[in-house]
Protein backbone atom coordinates (compact mmCIF):
# COMPACT_ATOMS: atom_id res chain seq x y z
CA UNK A 1 0.00 0.00 0.00
CA UNK A 2 1.22 3.48 -0.54
CA UNK A 3 2.33 6.04 1.72
CA UNK A 4 -0.40 8.93 1.96
CA UNK A 5 -0.16 12.22 1.51
CA UNK A 6 0.73 14.51 4.42
CA UNK A 7 0.24 18.46 3.95
CA UNK A 8 2.99 21.32 5.20
CA UNK A 9 0.83 24.47 5.79
CA UNK A 10 1.31 27.55 3.35
CA UNK A 11 4.20 29.66 5.01
CA UNK A 12 6.10 32.40 3.33
CA UNK A 13 9.26 30.91 4.77
CA UNK A 14 8.69 28.10 2.50
CA UNK A 15 8.70 30.14 -1.10
CA UNK A 16 11.75 31.63 0.46
CA UNK A 17 13.25 28.21 0.99
CA UNK A 18 12.36 26.90 -2.25
CA UNK A 19 13.92 29.90 -4.17
CA UNK A 20 17.33 29.46 -2.22
CA UNK A 21 17.43 25.96 -2.56
CA UNK A 22 14.28 23.93 -3.99
CA UNK A 23 16.46 20.70 -4.00
CA UNK A 24 17.38 21.07 -0.64
CA UNK A 25 14.09 22.23 0.48
CA UNK A 26 12.21 19.62 -1.13
CA UNK A 27 14.27 17.06 0.55
CA UNK A 28 14.18 18.37 3.74
CA UNK A 29 9.93 18.30 3.58
CA UNK A 30 9.77 14.51 2.76
CA UNK A 31 11.86 13.48 5.77
CA UNK A 32 10.14 14.87 7.69
CA UNK A 33 6.24 15.00 6.18
CA UNK A 34 6.95 11.45 3.87
CA UNK A 35 7.85 10.64 0.67
CA UNK A 36 4.15 11.62 -0.29
CA UNK A 37 3.48 15.24 0.62
CA UNK A 38 1.64 18.68 -0.05
CA UNK A 39 4.03 21.41 0.17
CA UNK A 40 2.62 25.21 0.42
CA UNK A 41 5.17 27.09 -1.16
CA UNK A 42 3.92 31.14 -0.58
CA UNK A 43 0.08 30.85 -2.82
CA UNK A 44 0.23 27.92 -4.03
CA UNK A 45 0.75 24.30 -2.85
CA UNK A 46 3.08 21.50 -4.67
CA UNK A 47 1.66 17.63 -4.90
CA UNK A 48 5.48 15.56 -4.25
CA UNK A 49 5.61 11.92 -5.26
CA UNK A 50 8.60 9.96 -4.32
CA UNK A 51 7.37 6.76 -3.21
CA UNK A 52 8.36 4.24 -5.63
CA UNK A 53 4.63 2.57 -5.50
CA UNK A 54 3.50 6.07 -6.20
CA UNK A 55 5.75 6.66 -8.73
CA UNK A 56 5.26 2.92 -10.49
CA UNK A 57 1.41 3.92 -10.28
CA UNK A 58 2.08 6.86 -12.57
CA UNK A 59 4.87 5.91 -14.84
CA UNK A 60 3.89 2.45 -15.49
CA UNK A 61 0.48 1.11 -14.49
CA UNK A 62 -1.74 4.10 -14.71
CA UNK A 63 0.16 5.77 -17.36
CA UNK A 64 -2.83 6.41 -19.53
CA UNK A 65 -4.18 8.73 -17.07
CA UNK A 66 -1.03 10.87 -16.47
CA UNK A 67 0.80 12.89 -19.42
CA UNK A 68 3.14 16.03 -19.77
CA UNK A 69 -0.17 17.89 -20.37
CA UNK A 70 0.41 21.42 -19.95
CA UNK A 71 2.96 20.94 -17.11
CA UNK A 72 5.79 21.42 -19.47
CA UNK A 73 4.60 24.67 -21.02
CA UNK A 74 6.76 26.74 -19.63
CA UNK A 75 9.85 25.13 -21.81
CA UNK A 76 7.74 24.17 -24.85
CA UNK A 77 8.20 27.85 -26.78
CA UNK A 78 11.79 25.92 -27.13
CA UNK A 79 11.38 22.41 -27.21
CA UNK A 80 8.06 22.07 -28.97
CA UNK A 81 6.56 18.52 -28.96
CA UNK A 82 9.81 16.46 -29.27
CA UNK A 83 9.92 13.23 -27.10
CA UNK A 84 10.27 14.14 -23.70
CA UNK A 85 7.39 16.77 -23.89
CA UNK A 86 4.72 15.17 -25.56
CA UNK A 87 1.85 12.59 -25.17
CA UNK A 88 0.31 10.16 -26.93
CA UNK A 89 -0.33 9.54 -29.64
CA UNK A 90 2.31 12.00 -30.94
CA UNK A 91 4.17 10.20 -28.34
CA UNK A 92 3.85 6.80 -29.29
CA UNK A 93 4.49 7.33 -33.06
CA UNK A 94 7.62 9.29 -32.17
CA UNK A 95 9.01 7.16 -29.63
CA UNK A 96 8.66 3.76 -32.25
CA UNK A 97 9.64 5.87 -35.14
CA UNK A 98 13.03 7.12 -33.31
CA UNK A 99 13.74 3.94 -31.21
CA UNK A 100 15.86 2.59 -34.00
CA UNK A 101 18.26 5.47 -34.31
CA UNK A 102 19.12 5.44 -30.23
CA UNK A 103 19.70 1.16 -30.33
CA UNK A 104 22.95 0.44 -29.05
CA UNK A 105 24.00 -0.96 -31.85
CA UNK A 106 25.24 2.54 -32.71
CA UNK A 107 27.28 2.66 -29.46
CA UNK A 108 30.89 2.19 -31.58
CA UNK A 109 29.79 5.03 -33.73
CA UNK A 110 29.13 6.96 -30.59
CA UNK A 111 32.85 5.92 -28.68
CA UNK A 112 34.58 6.76 -31.79
CA UNK A 113 32.75 10.50 -31.76
CA UNK A 114 33.20 11.13 -28.16
CA UNK A 115 36.66 10.27 -27.72
CA UNK A 116 37.70 12.21 -30.52
CA UNK A 117 36.10 15.25 -29.86
CA UNK A 118 37.05 14.39 -25.68
CA UNK A 119 41.19 13.87 -26.85
CA UNK A 120 40.95 17.71 -28.38
CA UNK A 121 40.03 19.56 -25.51
CA UNK A 122 41.55 17.35 -22.69
CA UNK A 123 44.66 17.30 -24.17
CA UNK A 124 44.64 21.76 -24.27
CA UNK A 125 44.58 21.44 -20.60
CA UNK A 126 47.75 22.20 -18.78
CA UNK A 127 49.85 21.62 -15.45
CA UNK A 128 48.05 24.10 -12.77
CA UNK A 129 45.56 25.68 -15.38
CA UNK A 130 42.54 26.95 -13.27
CA UNK A 131 39.43 26.08 -14.81
CA UNK A 132 35.20 25.83 -13.74
CA UNK A 133 34.44 22.12 -14.43
CA UNK A 134 30.84 22.56 -15.50
CA UNK A 135 32.22 24.81 -18.12
CA UNK A 136 34.42 22.28 -19.53
CA UNK A 137 31.89 19.47 -19.16
CA UNK A 138 29.37 21.70 -20.92
CA UNK A 139 31.91 22.31 -23.56
CA UNK A 140 32.64 18.79 -24.00
CA UNK A 141 29.33 17.52 -23.80
CA UNK A 142 27.81 20.09 -26.40
CA UNK A 143 31.04 19.66 -29.08
CA UNK A 144 30.29 15.43 -28.95
CA UNK A 145 25.85 16.02 -28.99
CA UNK A 146 27.08 18.29 -32.04
CA UNK A 147 29.46 16.20 -33.52
CA UNK A 148 27.09 12.74 -33.17
CA UNK A 149 23.97 14.66 -34.49
CA UNK A 150 25.70 16.95 -37.34
CA UNK A 151 29.29 15.45 -37.64
CA UNK A 152 30.13 18.61 -37.86
CA UNK A 153 31.34 21.98 -35.26
CA UNK A 154 29.36 25.27 -34.16
CA UNK A 155 32.36 26.83 -35.48
CA UNK A 156 35.12 28.46 -33.90
CA UNK A 157 33.35 31.67 -32.26
CA UNK A 158 30.54 29.19 -29.87
CA UNK A 159 30.04 32.53 -27.83
CA UNK A 160 26.16 32.98 -29.10
CA UNK A 161 25.72 28.88 -28.18
CA UNK A 162 26.83 29.12 -24.80
CA UNK A 163 24.67 32.65 -24.21
CA UNK A 164 21.34 31.67 -25.70
CA UNK A 165 21.50 28.03 -23.60
CA UNK A 166 22.41 30.35 -20.47
CA UNK A 167 19.57 32.20 -20.93
CA UNK A 168 17.36 29.52 -21.62
CA UNK A 169 18.73 27.93 -18.53
CA UNK A 170 18.26 31.16 -16.66
CA UNK A 171 14.17 31.17 -16.94
CA UNK A 172 14.13 27.79 -16.82
CA UNK A 173 15.30 27.65 -13.27
CA UNK A 174 12.36 30.20 -12.37
CA UNK A 175 9.44 28.08 -13.43
CA UNK A 176 8.63 26.69 -10.53
CA UNK A 177 8.77 30.00 -8.78
CA UNK A 178 5.52 30.95 -7.32
CA UNK A 179 3.68 33.86 -8.71
CA UNK A 180 5.80 33.53 -11.90
CA UNK A 181 4.35 36.17 -14.57
CA UNK A 182 3.67 34.46 -17.96
CA UNK A 183 6.12 34.29 -20.70
CA UNK A 184 3.20 36.90 -22.89
CA UNK A 185 4.43 39.45 -20.35
CA UNK A 186 7.37 41.59 -21.90
CA UNK A 187 9.81 41.30 -18.86
CA UNK A 188 13.57 41.58 -19.69
CA UNK A 189 14.24 38.01 -19.00
CA UNK A 190 11.20 36.53 -21.42
CA UNK A 191 12.49 39.07 -24.28
CA UNK A 192 16.06 37.29 -23.61
CA UNK A 193 14.29 33.97 -23.61
CA UNK A 194 12.52 34.61 -26.49
CA UNK A 195 15.44 36.06 -28.58
CA UNK A 196 17.55 32.77 -27.53
CA UNK A 197 14.94 30.42 -28.37
CA UNK A 198 14.53 32.02 -32.10
CA UNK A 199 18.69 32.08 -32.51
CA UNK A 200 18.76 28.15 -31.74
CA UNK A 201 15.84 27.78 -33.66
CA UNK A 202 16.67 29.31 -36.63
CA UNK A 203 20.37 27.74 -36.58
CA UNK A 204 19.01 24.25 -36.22
CA UNK A 205 16.71 24.26 -38.83
CA UNK A 206 19.70 25.56 -41.24
CA UNK A 207 21.33 22.58 -40.45
CA UNK A 208 18.32 20.59 -41.02
CA UNK A 209 17.58 22.40 -44.30
CA UNK A 210 21.42 22.02 -45.79
CA UNK A 211 21.41 18.08 -44.94
CA UNK A 212 18.33 18.06 -46.54
CA UNK A 213 19.96 19.14 -49.97
CA UNK A 214 22.48 16.81 -49.84
CA UNK A 215 23.05 14.17 -52.39
CA UNK A 216 24.86 11.65 -50.36
CA UNK A 217 24.01 12.77 -46.58
CA UNK A 218 27.08 12.18 -43.65
CA UNK A 219 25.63 9.18 -41.83
CA UNK A 220 24.96 10.66 -38.40
CA UNK A 221 22.06 11.21 -35.87
CA UNK A 222 20.61 13.64 -38.18
CA UNK A 223 20.73 11.69 -41.03
CA UNK A 224 19.18 8.66 -39.52
CA UNK A 225 16.48 11.08 -37.89
CA UNK A 226 15.80 12.26 -41.55
CA UNK A 227 15.24 8.82 -42.65
CA UNK A 228 13.63 7.90 -39.42
CA UNK A 229 10.09 5.91 -40.78
CA UNK A 230 6.87 5.25 -38.73
CA UNK A 231 7.35 1.19 -38.44
CA UNK A 232 3.59 0.83 -38.69
CA UNK A 233 2.76 3.61 -40.77
CA UNK A 234 5.73 4.54 -42.87
CA UNK A 235 5.11 8.16 -42.47
CA UNK A 236 8.74 10.47 -42.28
CA UNK A 237 8.57 13.47 -39.35
CA UNK A 238 7.44 16.57 -40.23
CA UNK A 239 9.79 19.45 -41.00
CA UNK A 240 8.29 20.87 -37.54
CA UNK A 241 8.77 17.47 -35.79
CA UNK A 242 11.96 17.09 -36.86
CA UNK A 243 13.33 19.66 -35.54
CA UNK A 244 11.69 19.92 -32.27
CA UNK A 245 12.66 16.31 -31.37
CA UNK A 246 16.81 17.38 -32.66
CA UNK A 247 15.95 20.59 -30.43
CA UNK A 248 15.64 17.94 -27.98
CA UNK A 249 18.43 16.05 -28.34
CA UNK A 250 20.52 19.34 -28.74
CA UNK A 251 19.45 20.58 -25.55
CA UNK A 252 18.89 17.35 -23.41
CA UNK A 253 22.06 15.71 -25.00
CA UNK A 254 24.30 17.93 -23.40
CA UNK A 255 23.57 19.58 -20.75
CA UNK A 256 22.54 16.40 -18.07
CA UNK A 257 25.39 14.65 -19.27
CA UNK A 258 27.79 17.94 -17.99
CA UNK A 259 26.22 18.39 -14.67
CA UNK A 260 26.43 14.77 -14.56
CA UNK A 261 30.29 14.53 -15.03
CA UNK A 262 30.50 17.82 -13.05
CA UNK A 263 28.93 15.94 -10.01
CA UNK A 264 30.93 12.35 -10.67
CA UNK A 265 34.46 15.50 -10.55
CA UNK A 266 33.15 16.48 -7.47
CA UNK A 267 32.39 13.32 -5.57
CA UNK A 268 35.86 11.54 -6.81
CA UNK A 269 37.82 14.64 -5.57
CA UNK A 270 35.93 14.35 -1.93
CA UNK A 271 36.43 10.05 -1.65
CA UNK A 272 40.17 9.98 -2.87
CA UNK A 273 40.59 6.22 -2.28
CA UNK A 274 38.23 5.66 -4.63
CA UNK A 275 39.82 8.00 -6.96
CA UNK A 276 43.02 5.91 -6.90
CA UNK A 277 40.94 2.72 -7.11
CA UNK A 278 38.89 4.14 -11.04
CA UNK A 279 42.43 5.50 -11.36
CA UNK A 280 44.13 1.82 -10.82
CA UNK A 281 41.47 0.71 -13.24
CA UNK A 282 41.78 3.21 -16.22
CA UNK A 283 45.37 2.53 -15.99
CA UNK A 284 44.53 -1.57 -15.82
CA UNK A 285 41.87 -1.62 -18.58
CA UNK A 286 43.27 1.33 -21.04
CA UNK A 287 46.75 2.36 -20.53
CA UNK A 288 47.31 5.41 -22.52
CA UNK A 289 45.34 4.38 -25.55
CA UNK A 290 42.33 6.03 -26.17
CA UNK A 291 38.69 3.96 -25.15
CA UNK A 292 37.59 1.41 -27.56
CA UNK A 293 33.53 0.26 -27.45
CA UNK A 294 34.58 -2.75 -25.40
CA UNK A 295 36.53 -1.09 -23.04
CA UNK A 296 33.77 0.53 -21.33
CA UNK A 297 31.74 -2.43 -19.74
CA UNK A 298 35.21 -3.41 -17.89
CA UNK A 299 35.29 0.09 -16.47
CA UNK A 300 33.05 -1.09 -13.53
CA UNK A 301 34.59 0.93 -10.77
CA UNK A 302 33.88 3.98 -12.87
CA UNK A 303 30.45 3.02 -13.89
CA UNK A 304 29.06 2.30 -10.31
CA UNK A 305 31.02 5.81 -9.59
CA UNK A 306 28.86 7.07 -12.16
CA UNK A 307 25.69 5.51 -11.38
CA UNK A 308 25.90 6.47 -7.68
CA UNK A 309 26.48 10.19 -8.96
CA UNK A 310 22.92 9.76 -11.11
CA UNK A 311 21.67 8.58 -7.81
CA UNK A 312 22.95 11.25 -5.45
CA UNK A 313 22.58 13.79 -8.25
CA UNK A 314 19.76 13.02 -10.86
CA UNK A 315 20.63 15.91 -13.51
CA UNK A 316 16.78 15.37 -14.22
CA UNK A 317 15.91 15.53 -10.22
CA UNK A 318 12.31 16.49 -11.19
CA UNK A 319 9.67 16.41 -13.54
CA UNK A 320 6.13 17.44 -13.65
CA UNK A 321 2.77 14.81 -14.39
CA UNK A 322 -0.44 16.41 -15.24
CA UNK A 323 -3.35 14.13 -14.93
CA UNK A 324 -5.77 13.33 -17.56
CA UNK A 325 -8.80 12.23 -16.25
CA UNK A 326 -9.78 11.35 -12.52
CA UNK A 327 -7.95 9.12 -11.13
CA UNK A 328 -5.81 8.13 -7.59
CA UNK A 329 -2.71 7.76 -6.26
CA UNK A 330 -1.30 7.28 -2.94
CA UNK A 331 -4.88 7.44 -1.36
CA UNK A 332 -5.68 10.43 -2.85
CA UNK A 333 -8.03 11.01 -5.24
CA UNK A 334 -6.75 13.49 -8.53
CA UNK A 335 -9.06 15.82 -10.45
CA UNK A 336 -8.18 16.39 -14.55
CA UNK A 337 -5.53 18.71 -14.64
CA UNK A 338 -3.93 18.49 -11.39
CA UNK A 339 -0.46 18.36 -11.56
CA UNK A 340 2.18 16.07 -9.58
CA UNK A 341 5.69 17.29 -8.99
CA UNK A 342 7.99 13.66 -9.88
CA UNK A 343 11.12 14.04 -7.31
CA UNK A 344 14.02 11.46 -8.36
CA UNK A 345 16.21 13.39 -5.86
CA UNK A 346 13.96 12.52 -2.96
CA UNK A 347 13.61 8.55 -4.22
CA UNK A 348 17.06 8.23 -4.07
CA UNK A 349 17.89 9.63 -0.90
CA UNK A 350 14.88 7.72 0.99
CA UNK A 351 16.05 5.51 4.33
CA UNK A 352 13.76 3.13 3.55
CA UNK A 353 14.86 2.54 0.41
CA UNK A 354 19.11 2.96 0.58
CA UNK A 355 21.10 2.33 3.29
CA UNK A 356 22.83 5.35 4.41
CA UNK A 357 21.23 7.69 1.57
CA UNK A 358 23.47 10.63 1.47
CA UNK A 359 27.10 8.49 1.96
CA UNK A 360 28.58 8.31 -1.37
CA UNK A 361 29.05 4.53 -1.48
CA UNK A 362 29.56 3.31 -5.46
CA UNK A 363 29.67 -0.64 -4.21
CA UNK A 364 25.89 -0.51 -3.49
CA UNK A 365 25.49 -1.06 -7.11
CA UNK A 366 27.47 -3.96 -6.66
CA UNK A 367 24.50 -5.84 -5.55
CA UNK A 368 21.97 -4.81 -8.26
CA UNK A 369 21.77 -7.95 -10.37
CA UNK A 370 20.59 -9.61 -7.33
CA UNK A 371 17.52 -7.48 -6.21
CA UNK A 372 14.15 -7.33 -7.55
CA UNK A 373 14.22 -5.63 -10.39
CA UNK A 374 10.70 -3.95 -10.29
CA UNK A 375 12.03 -2.20 -6.88
CA UNK A 376 15.02 -0.90 -8.56
CA UNK A 377 13.13 0.65 -11.68
CA UNK A 378 11.28 2.95 -9.10
CA UNK A 379 13.37 3.50 -6.10
CA UNK A 380 16.26 4.51 -8.91
CA UNK A 381 14.86 6.63 -11.42
CA UNK A 382 17.55 8.98 -13.30
CA UNK A 383 16.26 8.75 -16.45
CA UNK A 384 12.37 8.38 -15.29
CA UNK A 385 10.94 4.92 -15.80
CA UNK A 386 7.82 3.21 -17.15
CA UNK A 387 7.42 3.32 -21.35
CA UNK A 388 8.67 7.25 -20.96
CA UNK A 389 12.33 6.49 -19.48
CA UNK A 390 14.73 8.59 -21.46
CA UNK A 391 15.36 7.30 -24.82
CA UNK A 392 19.11 8.64 -24.88
CA UNK A 393 19.82 6.59 -21.38
CA UNK A 394 22.65 4.43 -23.09
CA UNK A 395 24.33 7.40 -25.00
CA UNK A 396 24.98 9.32 -21.92
CA UNK A 397 26.11 6.93 -19.62
CA UNK A 398 28.68 5.97 -22.71
CA UNK A 399 30.03 9.38 -22.81
CA UNK A 400 30.29 10.37 -18.88
CA UNK A 401 32.41 6.59 -19.03
CA UNK A 402 34.45 8.25 -22.13
CA UNK A 403 35.03 11.15 -21.03
CA UNK A 404 35.88 10.76 -17.05
CA UNK A 405 38.26 7.13 -18.17
CA UNK A 406 40.22 9.77 -20.55
CA UNK A 407 40.42 12.63 -18.24
CA UNK A 408 41.91 10.63 -15.73
CA UNK A 409 44.55 9.05 -18.20
CA UNK A 410 45.86 12.46 -18.24
CA UNK A 411 45.51 13.71 -14.81
CA UNK A 412 43.29 14.83 -11.72
CA UNK A 413 40.69 18.25 -11.46
CA UNK A 414 41.58 19.25 -7.70
CA UNK A 415 38.54 20.61 -6.47
CA UNK A 416 38.70 24.08 -5.05
CA UNK A 417 36.21 25.53 -2.35
CA UNK A 418 34.64 21.99 -2.02
CA UNK A 419 32.51 23.34 0.75
CA UNK A 420 30.80 26.09 -1.15
CA UNK A 421 28.93 23.29 -3.75
CA UNK A 422 25.84 23.19 -3.45
CA UNK A 423 23.13 21.80 -5.59
CA UNK A 424 20.76 24.36 -7.90
CA UNK A 425 17.97 24.07 -9.78
CA UNK A 426 17.83 25.01 -13.49
CA UNK A 427 16.95 23.06 -16.29
CA UNK A 428 18.73 20.12 -14.59
CA UNK A 429 20.34 19.97 -11.24
CA UNK A 430 23.87 21.66 -11.15
CA UNK A 431 26.44 22.89 -9.18
CA UNK A 432 26.03 26.18 -8.28
CA UNK A 433 29.56 27.34 -8.36
CA UNK A 434 30.05 25.55 -11.37
CA UNK A 435 33.14 23.43 -9.05
CA UNK A 436 36.49 25.76 -9.81
CA UNK A 437 39.25 23.16 -9.78
CA UNK A 438 42.98 22.73 -10.55
CA UNK A 439 44.50 20.42 -13.53
CA UNK A 440 47.23 18.83 -12.03
CA UNK A 441 48.64 15.71 -14.75
CA UNK A 442 49.49 12.27 -13.61
CA UNK A 443 52.72 12.22 -12.77
Given at each position: ??????K???????A???A???????????RK???????G?G??T???LA?P?AL???L??N????GR???????????????P??????W??????M?P???????P?WV???R?V??KS????TP?????????????A???I???????????????????????E??VS????????????P?P?H??????V??L???I?????????ED?P?SDL????????????????S?Q???????????????T?????T?TV??????P????????E?????G?RA??P??I?K???????I?E?L???????????????D??V??E???????VL??????H?????????????????A???S????????AY???G???????????A??????V??M???????E??????V??????????????????????
Amino acid sequence: MSVPLLKETLTLSNARAMASSAPDFLLGAARKLGPNLKVGVGPITLTVLAEPQALQQVLQKNAKAWGRGTAVDAIRPLLGNGLPLSDPPLWLTQRRTMQPSFHRAQGPNWVHTMREVAAKSLDALTPGAELTTRHLMMTLARDIIVRAMFSQSLGADTTPYDEAFGVVEDYVSTTMIPGKLPLWVPTPKHLRFKRAVTFLHENIQRVIDDRRREDTPTSDLLTLLIKARDPETGDAMSDQQLRDEVMNIFFAGHETTANLMTWTVFLLSQHPAMLEKVEAEVQTVLGQRAPEPEDIPKLTALNRVIREALRLYPPAWLFARQAFEDTEVAGERFTKGQVVLVLPYVTHRLPTLWSEPDTFDPERFAAESSTDATVWKYAYLPFGAGPHVCIGNHFALLEAAVVLAMLLQRGRLEVLRPEAVRPKMGATLFVGNGLPARFAPRG
